[in-house]
């Protein structure tokens, strides 16, 4: 070969070369192109995995207010009822008592110098304010026996931390009680029992299911009491039992739990 051969020869033996370097660094290239990609979907399912978690989690919390603010709604609904009777009731002593006056007018006429006049109508005044604290008293009576049928079956519902749903159970009894209740209540023994049964406690096998031949509903009482630690939160107070009642103890020994 000449010069010129020769020449032309290395030239492209050399443009091979470079042309076969291209292409490996082109394929070096692309492969880490793919790599990186691969990470990238990785990534993404994975954020997208969290991200349908999270949603499930929220639709769940979501319920769970629903389900309390329909409770609470019922309880509203409740107290508004049990007001409205209160305010006929008020309605009617009101009439009595209009009429009572009515009568004390005619009487003061009747009497208005005599010495009799005046222990008389000392006697209706005495009698009129009782009747109006007695009024009072049973109202408030009967709202506190209605809330603690409602809290019993509020504890029916709970299947979750055993001490609240004890501490809820234990005192809708004693607001029954307290307030000239029917402490053997369906509802009241049924919310006793319910708490026993999430504490496991061996009592429950002497105990019948619904209340019938049920010795000493005490016992039950203090059967919860002795599994306890605390007493209830104000906020649970609030929730279960109503801000409108003093917060106190529910169970004498656990410490109160005022926060």
């Keep these: 070969m000449d010069y010129r051969s020769n020449k032309l020869l290395y030239t492209l033996i050399a443009g ?135 809290m019993a079956r509020k504890v029916m519902e709970m299947n979750t931390n055993p001490e609240l749903t004890a501490l809820i159970a234990v005192h809708a009894f004693r607001l029954t009680v307290e307030h000239k209740g029917n402490p053997r209540d369906h509802d009241i023994y049924k919310g006793l029992y319910h708490a026993l049964e999430m504490f496991k406690d061996p009592i429950i096998a002497n105990l019948p299911t619904d209340g019938t031949g049920a010795t000493s509903l005490e016992t039950m009482v203090v059967t919860l009491c002795s599994h306890l630690t605390r007493n209830m939160t104000r906020e649970e107070w609030n929730t279960f039992v109503g801000a409108g009642l003093p917060y106190e103890k529910t169970c004498e020994n656990p410490p109160m739990n005022d926060r």
Excluded: P, W
Excluded at 21 to 28: D, E, Q
Excluded at 46 to 70: G, L, W
């Design 16 to 150: 091979i070369l470079i042309l076969l370097v291209t292409s490996g660094i082109g394929l070096v290239s692309y492969q880490e192109q793919r790599e990186l990609e691969q990470v990238r979907l990785e990534r993404a399912i994975e954020e997208s995995v969290q991200a349908s978690r999270e949603a499930d989690q929220n639709e769940r919390e979501a319920e769970q207010q629903a389900r309390i603010a329909e409770e609470q709604n019922r309880v509203a609904e409740q107290a508004q009822a049990e007001a409205v009777l209160a305010r006929k009731h008020a309605d009617k002593m009101k009439a009595l008592a209009e009429e009572a006056q009515k009568q004390a007018e005619m009487a003061e006429a009747r009497l208005r110098t005599s010495e009799a006049f005046l222990k008389e109508q000392q006697k209706r005044a005495e009698m009129a304010s009782g009747l109006a604290r007695m009024d009072n008293l049973e109202a408030a009576h009967i709202r506190c026996v209605e809330q603690g049928k409602v």
